[in-house]
């Protein structure tokens, strides 16, 4: 029984660790300053964008999109302002992780 808790607690550990690296990225790149993951800020809760792309098929391409290249409306009238010097996998995982929050 002992030998098999270490690759469990590993297994959990590496399943929960690009969850919390992308949460480090929108802290790394402000995303945070203007969402937070469950309470409307400036923009959008990320758990609210989650609910509302949820069905799409389309979503990751879109939200990729406009996080480089900023927009508002969908959400109110606060601009979004363009992301586009940020690499494109952390803009891909940024999104990956925001469409995986329930």
Do not use: R
């Not at 480090?24 to 203007?34: D, N, Q, S």
């Not at 389309?58 to 109110?76: F, I, P």
């Not at 891909?92 to 469409?99: M, N, Q, R, T, Y």
Request: hydrophobic letters at 45%; one cysteine or more; proline letters at 7%.
């Amino acid at each position: 029984m002992k030998h098999l808790i270490l690759p469990v607690v590993m297994l959990g550990a590496i399943c929960a660790a690009p969850a919390q690296a992308s949460e480090e990225l929108a802290k790394k790149y402000a995303c945070m300053a203007c969402h937070t993951l469950d309470k409307k800020s400036v923009g959008p809760a990320y758990k609210d964008v989650a609910k509302k792309y949820a069905a799409d098929k389309g979503a990751q391409a879109k939200l990729e999109d406009k996080v480089k290249k900023g927009g508002a409306g969908v959400w109110g009238q606060t601009p979004m302002p363009p992301n586009d010097k940020l690499p494109a996998a952390d803009v891909s995982a940024l999104v990956k992780w925001v469409l995986s929050l329930k």
